[in-house]
């Protein structure tokens, strides 16, 4: 509720956290690529639920592993700046999930292109053989 | 790690570009066309990881997800959707009570992520002006046009692999030798499959080991 009501108090309240978030949308910090991320996360949960044709929900899976993949990157460059040891090990995380979308988009379109050769569809709800 | 400056307004330009590109992804009425607004949502995602210093992730990225996944993807829809087309236009979403929840469902994620990041927010702005920017900026060496700094992070990200990520990095080989053998394994047709068995017209079994006269398996 915080985030909703913040911006009607910052209007009510006068210049001074006018200014703050004037200064927090200038320089932006870890918290922007944070929501960014989640926004993109959220785009991507949206196409996964919603479209028909399987592809798309392929392209929106991807969308998700690349919010993922931005949260991470933003806590290394966070955790290096504030002296972290451990900080590379957010890109080395994000090689991996790299690795493992890769190797899952393969399989997945494998798995669509016999599938269509099987029933000729590309939609979601058009495969229901083991529905009740 | 405050971005200010030119760096902020390609902040800006990245980050809404990548927003609005996977909104139109997930809204777009041809496949064709979500894949090329993903791949301007995954170029805009690589930009934002030079911003924050990442620029060997950045180049894996579009090396790897712009270069072959999405190539990939594009030669699926190619194979797939093309006689969808024919078919005059289908209907692209589910229904609208599915689409209802699921939109529901998305803004309660969203309302409930802001909360959560609005909530620690002046803890990371409070860190980050901390030294510890200081002192990376101070050590980094800068690049040949003496603006930016050379960030080390492919040689740390190296010695990080293969010091203490030996194991994972292997069994992310084996996780690619698999997915390689899978696919070409599902993709293939009826008639492939059929003359890849070891049988003859009648179905019966056909010996590939071969013998010579006396029984005995040839050159032993």
Do not use: C
Request: no cysteine.
């Amino acid at each position: 509720m915080n985030s909703l009501i913040t911006p009607a108090f910052i209007l009510l309240q006068g210049s001074s956290t006018l200014d703050n978030m004037k200064q927090s949308l200038q320089h932006p910090d870890l918290s922007k690529f944070l929501i960014i991320g989640a926004l993109l996360f959220a785009i991507g949960v949206a196409g996964v639920l919603v479209r028909r044709n399987i592809i798309v929900i392929f392209m929106s899976i991807e969308l998700i592993l690349n919010a993922a993949n931005l949260n991470f990157i933003a806590f290394s460059r966070y955790l290096q700046d504030t002296g972290n040891v451990n900080a590379v090990a957010g890109q080395v995380f994000t090689v991996f999930v790299i690795v493992v979308a890769a190797a899952e988009a393969a399989i997945g379109l494998g798995l669509v292109i016999a599938l269509y050769r099987n029933k000729e569809t590309i939609f979601a709800d058009k495969i229901d053989l083991l529905k009740w | 790690m405050v971005l200010s400056g030119w760096e902020s307004v390609f902040f800006w330009v990245f980050a809404l570009t990548a927003l609005v590109a996977g909104l139109l992804t997930v809204m777009a009425q041809n496949a064709v066309h979500s894949a090329m607004f993903l791949i301007s949502t995954l170029v805009s995602v690589a930009a934002l990881y030079v911003l924050l210093g990442a620029e060997f992730i950045a180049g894996v990225q579009i090396l790897v997800y712009v270069g072959g996944v999405m190539v990939l993807f594009l030669f699926v829809i190619m194979l797939v959707n093309v006689s969808a087309e024919e078919h005059g236009r289908e209907e692209l979403f589910n229904s609208p009570a599915q689409v209802t929840t699921a939109v529901v469902f998305a803004a309660l994620l969203v309302f409930g992520l802001f909360y959560a990041i609005n909530k620690s927010a002046p803890q990371f702005a409070q860190a980050a002006s901390a030294t510890g920017a200081q002192e990376r900026a101070a050590s980094l060496r800068p690049g040949e046009t003496g603006v930016s700094k050379i960030s080390e992070d492919t040689q740390k990200i190296g010695g990080s692999l293969f010091r203490y990520g030996g194991l994972p990095f292997e069994i992310a080989s084996v996780l690619l030798l698999v997915a390689i053998v899978g696919s070409v394994l599902l993709a293939r047709t009826g008639k492939q499959e059929l003359s890849s068995d070891n049988t003859d017209a009648e179905g019966e079994y056909v010996s590939t080991v071969e013998t010579d006269a006396g029984g005995d398996v040839a050159g032993t």
